[in-house]
Nanobody
Framework: QVQLVESGGGLVQAGGSLRLSCAAS????????MGWFRQAAGLEREFVAG????????LYADSVKGRFTISRDDAKNTVYLQMNSLKPEDTAVYYC??????????????????WGQGTQVTVSS
């Protein structure tokens, strides 16, 4: 049974920072790529960042490049999303997803097999 648990969300002013964490259990964590997605009210879930099982492959959405950093600690079965220079348009529920292989080759939500419950990020102007 795979379980993903996100934490670290909250309310922050524009320009501020937050660090999200996603703790995984139930699989050999290092064998799987991981992704962060977000879903704002009334919108579809969108890709934010992804990291391969080895950590060597990383992808970012254009909207977060230069502001967000994804990383992983396989010893702790945890993937992180450091979010800096936050903007009101970053407001959303953030989800981590476990991809179906080690190699990060998709930014499409349906290609991710497991999801956490989400953590709310609200950026005030």
């Amino acid at each position: 049974q795979v379980q993903l648990v996100e934490s670290g969300g909250g309310l922050v002013q524009a320009g501020g920072s937050l660090r999200l964490s996603c703790a995984a259990s139930g699989r050999t964590f290092s064998n799987y790529a991981m992704g962060w997605f977000r879903q704002a009210a009334g919108l579809e879930r969108e890709f934010v960042a992804g990291i391969s099982g080895s950590g060597g492959g990383i992808l970012y959405a254009d909207s977060v490049k230069g502001r967000f950093t994804i990383s992983r600690d396989d010893a702790k079965n945890t993937v992180y999303l450091q979010m800096n220079s936050l903007k009101p348009e970053d407001t959303a529920v953030y989800y981590c997803g476990l991809y179906r292989s080690r190699y990060l080759s998709s930014t499409e939500a349906p290609k991710y097999d497991y999801w956490g419950q989400g953590t709310q990020v609200t950026v005030s102007s």
